[in-house]
């Protein structure tokens, strides 16, 4: 078996839905990319600053503050974890309680500068490859599917999640050390649009997959399969392009579109002298 399973048939009505589900942080799959991200950190952000806000009005010490935080964030972790265990979905709010507590780390991370300090006392790739080789040795013992709230236990997610920012952070360090090259210049230019990537991925997989589908001479219908239609070979290779390329050029035309409109609007205020 060399696909996925086959996606949802929309029509015109359903993908009008789609897009308005999207729009209030409903959407995702196939009409959404991975945009779940932004429903989950919309409401964690939220939950953050409302309970800070009141453990400012009763704690005065900054330190209980970050303690009171530290307690709620791991009791949230037992919460989501148990929602997991026990199939609960509870809205999306059963990923909300798994993920403060990463929200809460990162906010620890940065304000002590952690990974700072770290690599000022032990050079990036050092740091870097430790993180690399904990990362290989979790692959196999356990899994994280961060869309579905599962995981094998609190523990491996915080781990796994260390590990994940200290090579990503690594790999930044090493970088920003680097000369200027295109290829630094492409990385940056991706990771800074990498929201048009999240949202439209999986949509720009279908091209792939229509060449696949001409390639074997499989049925039309194929071309739902979801995520992708093609698992083996170097299919992978087409839809890692796909999905990054795309969704760039996408971007990059309708943002020269709004800069075409709003400077031809200027032209035409200008032009017509004030309005009042």
């Not at 403060?100 to 990036?124: E, M, Q, T």
């Not at 020269?256 to 035409?268: E, L, M």
Request: charged share 10%; with cysteine; hydrophobic share 50%.
């Amino acid at each position: 078996k060399e696909y996925m399973h086959l996606g949802t048939h929309y029509d015109l009505a359903q993908i009008v839905k789609e897009i308005i589900k999207v729009l209030c942080f409903q959407g995702g799959t196939e009409l959404g990319g991975a945009l779940w991200f932004f429903n989950v950190l919309f409401f964690v952000l939220v939950l953050y600053m409302v309970i800070q806000y009141i453990l400012e009005r009763m704690l005065r010490r900054e330190k209980c503050m970050e303690v009171a935080q530290a307690v709620i964030a791991v009791c949230f972790l037992a919460c989501g974890y148990f929602c997991y265990r026990k199939g609960i979905y509870a809205y999306g709010m059963n990923r909300v309680l798994s993920y403060y507590v990463l929200v809460y780390a990162g906010h620890i991370c940065r304000k002590w500068d952690v990974l700072d300090s770290v690599f000022r006392k032990v050079h990036p790739a050092t740091v870097t490859l430790i993180a690399v080789v904990i990362l290989l040795a979790l692959y196999h013992r356990g899994s994280i599917n961060l869309a579905g709230n599962a995981y094998t236990n609190p523990g491996y997610l915080l781990v796994a999640s260390f590990a994940g920012w200290t090579m990503l952070f690594g790999i930044g360090t090493m970088a920003s050390g680097l000369k200027k090259s295109r290829a630094l210049d492409g990385i940056q230019y991706v990771s800074i649009h990498a929201v048009p990537i999240i949202g439209l991925h999986f949509l720009c997989f279908k091209t792939v997959s229509l060449m696949a589908v001409g390639a074997y001479g499989m049925k039309p219908y194929m071309l739902a399969a979801f995520p992708v239609l093609m698992t083996t070979g170097w299919w992978w290779i087409g839809y890692v392009a796909v999905g990054i390329a795309v969704p760039l050029v996408v971007d990059w035309g309708w943002r020269k579109c709004i800069h075409w409109q709003t400077h031809r609007s200027v032209q035409n205020i200008s032009g017509n002298g004030p309005l009042c």
